[in-house]
């Protein structure tokens, strides 16, 4: 083990040592495409089709599948295991995902599902319901694709390390160092006005985030120089509130939103930003607040988010409103509301979608 001494204030010599435990690890991916699904609806519950085996981190595995369940209990379900290789030693670390793939190869965030253990078999009983996959369109010409991603700690390694080496590199801090831009003014180029309030901001920053305000800003450049204006240009926006706009800034500057301690804190303050990111090509803004959105429906509210959801073209949002409706216990609960009666006046289009999934059930 590395050693360095040097001298403390009183004459004694201090001695330093270091070591590391490191986790070599090694990972695959493995595509299991199912073609002719309805004809392996003939398989019997509790009985797999077994997918050719596959080698990741020196090991063999297989993906079972269980068209009908893996038991009685999971008739409706779709049942998925990763089985390692009979001839493997007993405790293999591993990490393993299983995804639906939708059309464009993607993983579909509801239909992931993720372990880790010291493996023999292990996966879910319950991956996706055969309901929810048929009426989906990631069943296609009958076929649909999963994913499985593994990763196999290979072994842990113990080693010395240098005293004298160069410090650790610390995590990326480029969101602090705009953050801090946003917060003094520094330079600042642009003054928004919003309800009253006055923003300061970077025309290169907001620019670069948002394709709608590059091309606002852009002209507002070319009028201010051609007017003999000076270095900052003044714009005003309507129709936001002014923490909306704060908000939006903030993402912006740190791709971050900021924290909501309350539950009715976010559930006013998420919308407002999912039509902001609309207003400005703001996909990933959009998305981030769809997914906080949907931590927040519940019989209480689950009205009024379906009905923003289908007014603003929240496809994933409405699914999973949707989706908490399709059980009668949620549905009897939301009717109590009458958050779906008034969801019949203010969108009715949604309350049709709504209909035509529980006929489907």
């Known amino acids: 083990m590395a050693t360095a001494a040097s001298t403390t204030g009183g004459g004694g010599r201090l001695s330093r040592s270091a070591s590391a435990i490191v986790a070599v690890t090694e990972s695959g991916q493995h595509l299991l495409r199912i073609d002719g699904y309805s004809h392996t609806m003939d398989v019997p519950t509790g009985s797999d089709i077994k997918s050719p085996p596959f080698r990741v981190g020196g090991h063999s595995w297989r993906i079972c599948y269980y068209p009908n369940g893996l038991s009685s209990a999971w008739t409706e379900y779709i049942s998925l295991f990763l089985q390692l290789g009979g001839d493997a030693p007993q405790g293999v670390w591993t990490r393993h995902t299983f995804s639906l793939l939708g059309r464009e190869g993607k993983p579909v965030p509801y239909f992931t599902n993720s372990g880790k253990k010291i493996f023999t078999d292990w996966g879910t009983s319950a991956f996706i319901r055969r309901s929810e996959l048929e009426r989906s369109e990631h069943l296609r010409d009958d076929s649909f694709t999963i994913r499985c991603d593994v990763t196999v700690v290979r072994e842990i390694q113990t080693k010395t390390v240098d005293v004298g080496a160069a410090p650790v590199v610390p995590p990326p801090d480029l969101h602090r160092h705009l953050g801090g831009l946003l917060a003094t003014g520094e330079a600042a180029d642009v003054a928004f006005e919003v309800d009253g309030k006055t923003f300061m901001a970077h025309r290169c920053v907001l620019m670069a985030r948002s394709p709608a305000l590059r091309a606002q ?20 926006i309507e129709d936001m509130e002014a923490q909306d706009f704060e908000a939006l800034l903030r993402y912006m500057y740190t ?42 429906v519940d019989a209480r509210t689950v009205a009024a988010i379906l009905a923003f959801a289908g007014e603003h073209h929240c496809h994933g949002l409405k699914e999973a409103c949707l989706r908490f409706l399709s059980d009668p216990e ?3 609960e939301a009717v109590k509301t009458n958050g779906l009666e008034h969801l019949s006046k203010s969108c009715p289009s949604v309350l049709v979608d709504l209909i035509a999934k529980l006929a489907a059930e």
Request: with cysteine.
């Open 217 to 236: 800003l852009s002209g507002l450049s070319e009028e201010s120089a051609d007017a003999g204006g000076g270095s900052t240009i003044a714009v005003r």
């Open 255 to 296: 791709d971050s939103l900021p924290e909501m301690g309350e539950q009715g804190e976010a559930a006013a303050m998420l919308p407002d930003l999912v039509a902001a990111a609309n207003r400005y090509g703001m996909e990933r803004l959009r998305l981030l607040c769809e997914d906080k959105l949907r931590e927040l």
């Open 330 to 332: 949620n549905l009897r």
